[in-house]
């Protein structure tokens, strides 16, 4: 019997990360076909933040108001800790965004991060919250957004399940990508 079965790891990583994108593209698809509003998208890389360490995203901005905003977010980290050991971190977040200026919001945010680290095995699930600020042009364009992101302490999957570990972290993030129109609305204002 291996200690380390890198194949059943994998495995469950890949059905994981499947069901996680399709419940969260499932999402977008029912509320783009609850309102016909120009849909913007982004696609940005965070460094720190809700992946922990840094992570390739894509937001999808929600107009309820002009003044405020929603968006929610879904990320991947993915890494190797060693010869034998590689981590993934799957982010997930829903934001407000409280127009300051034209393109300049506040954001508040809450979300979970899923933790599967390969050897010791250790799944994790961490409560995140963010407070910060985001520029996002009102069409396409540079993005960019900054942050404090307090993790809380962790919920452990593994045995024995349900129990915290960890403690309450303070990190921050920065973030770079692109916004762009959804191609159903690229002639919308």
């Not at 399709?22 to 982004?42: E, G, W, Y």
């Not at 954001?107 to 409560?127: C, D, F, H, M, N």
């Not at 809380?152 to 129990?163: E, K, T, V």
């Amino acid at each position: 019997m291996k200690l380390f079965d890198i194949d059943r790891i994998m495995n469950s990583c890949w059905r994981i990360l499947f069901l996680y994108f399709f419940l969260f593209n499932s999402l977008i698809f029912v509320i783009s076909q609850q309102q016909s509003l120009p849909l913007r998208n982004t696609v940005f890389a965070e460094f720190g933040g809700n992946g922990l360490y840094y992570s390739v995203n894509y937001d999808y901005l929600l107009r309820i108001r002009s003044k405020v905003k929603n968006s929610i977010r879904a990320g991947l980290h993915a890494g190797q800790l060693n010869e034998h050991t590689y981590r993934m971190v799957l982010v997930s977040e829903y934001s407000w965004l409280f127009s300051v200026k034209k393109n300049n919001f506040f954001e508040a945010a809450t979300g979970l991060s899923y933790k599967l680290v390969s050897r010791p095995r250790l799944q994790l699930l961490i409560p995140v919250v963010r407070i910060g600020y985001r520029y996002q042009p009102v069409s396409e364009g540079l993005f960019f957004k900054t942050g404090i992101t307090p993790l809380l302490p962790a919920i452990l999957f593994d045995y024995p399940a349900g129990q915290t570990v960890g403690r309450f972290q303070w990190m921050a993030g920065v973030a770079i990508g692109y916004t762009f129109l959804s191609p159903a609305c690229s002639d919308c204002p």
